[in-house]
């Protein structure tokens, strides 16, 4: 009878990862994923559509399907990083966002960031911050990534925390 059948969902795995590191001991960067077609909700640091430290493994693409959500690994708040984002089977299409949040500079030096994405372990983009991270609340505005295209365009200009209507921390 059908109480003994079970659904299997089987999704492409096309594994897909964002890496932020960064050369200073004791500032505290962010890594954001912005989920596609976010605009109208919000995106940055909304719990539904953002995958940073205040939301390290939201549900996206299809409901209960762990694949297709985002996970951050690690929040790294002492200093270097690496942060990652991995998206083992992305299913929302369209332009992904990646931001860089400073979220606390603890009085250390400027830091230098670099973010990398790979898709299926090929690096299809690596951008190094067009000037230092010095700033708390200094958003880095790094790339977009149009899925399933894997076009990456590197935006790598500068923003604010309350420009982007973060809340306050």
């Known amino acids: 009878d059908d109480d003994n059948l079970t659904d299997i969902v089987a999704l492409p795995f096309r594994d897909l990862k964002v890496t932020l590191s960064w050369d200073t001991d004791d500032s505290d960067l962010d890594i954001h994923l912005i989920r596609p077609n976010s605009d109208f909700y919000g995106g940055y640091w909304s719990a539904d559509y953002d995958c940073f430290y205040g939301a390290p493994d ?3 693409g299809d409901n ?3 694949a297709d ?3 951050l690994a690690l929040d790294v708040d002492t200093g270097m990083g690496p942060e990652e984002i991995a998206l083992a089977s992305p299913q929302d299409n369209g332009v ?3 931001y ?3 979220f606390n500079q603890h009085g250390a030096a400027p830091a230098n960031a670099t973010v990398t994405v790979s898709v ?3 690096i299809i983009g690596e951008v190094l911050s067009a000037s230092p991270l010095a700033t708390t609340d200094t958003v ?3 790339a977009t990534l149009n899925w399933p295209e894997n076009t990456f365009n590197e935006v790598n200009t500068f923003t604010t925390h309350t420009a ?5 921390h």
């Open 69 to 71: 959500n985002p996970l």
């Open 120 to 122: 299926e372990g090929n």
């Open 100 to 102: 860089v949040h400073v």
């Open 164 to 168: 982007l209507n973060g809340p306050p």
């Open 58 to 60: 939201p549900e996206w």
């Open 64 to 66: 209960g399907i762990e």
């Open 96 to 98: 992904y966002k990646i």
């Open 140 to 142: 880095w505005e790094v």
